[in-house]
């Protein structure tokens, strides 16, 4: 009679222990994913803040090429319409490449954030 006993201790002792290593795995896979999520929302506000001041850049390229083309032909009008239609060819170059210049690269960035922690965790 004293082996039921024993074995139904020992089953409630595993079933608590089976209890609170579940409860560690989803901690870690939580924690995991906080990361994951930080790293990735991080590097979305970096990529946000640099598009924001590529196109101040942009802006006084504009106003500089366009004060130089109407030093140049000596008219506002010119300058600026020829500085105009020299920032329409290179935004429509920056359309058509779109995809080699900024998806591309995006994909590569995130995909080597998210396997990164990955590779990470293995070797600990």
Same mark, same amino acid.
């Given at each position: 009679m004293s082996t039921p006993k024993n074995l139904q201790d020992f089953l409630d002792e595993n079933v608590a222990l089976v209890k609170e290593y579940l409860e560690t795995k989803t901690d870690i896979y939580k924690l995991k994913a906080i990361r994951s999520s930080s790293l990735l929302l991080g590097s979305l506000v970096w990529i946000i803040i640099s598009l924001f001041l590529f196109f101040l850049l942009f802006i006084f390229i504009g106003l500089v090429v366009g004060f130089w083309f109407a030093e140049l032909f000596g008219s506002l009008t010119i300058g600026f319409g020829l500085a105009t239609i020299l920032?329409?060819?290179? =935004?429509?170059?920056? +359309?058509?490449?779109?995809?080699?210049?900024?998806?591309?690269? =995006?994909?590569?960035? +995130?995909i080597k954030i998210m396997t990164s922690n990955n590779e990470a965790e293995e070797k600990e």
């Open positions: 920032l329409f060819f290179v =935004m429509l170059l920056v +359309f058509l490449f779109r995809k080699q210049i900024f998806i591309n690269p =995006m994909i590569r960035i +995130f």
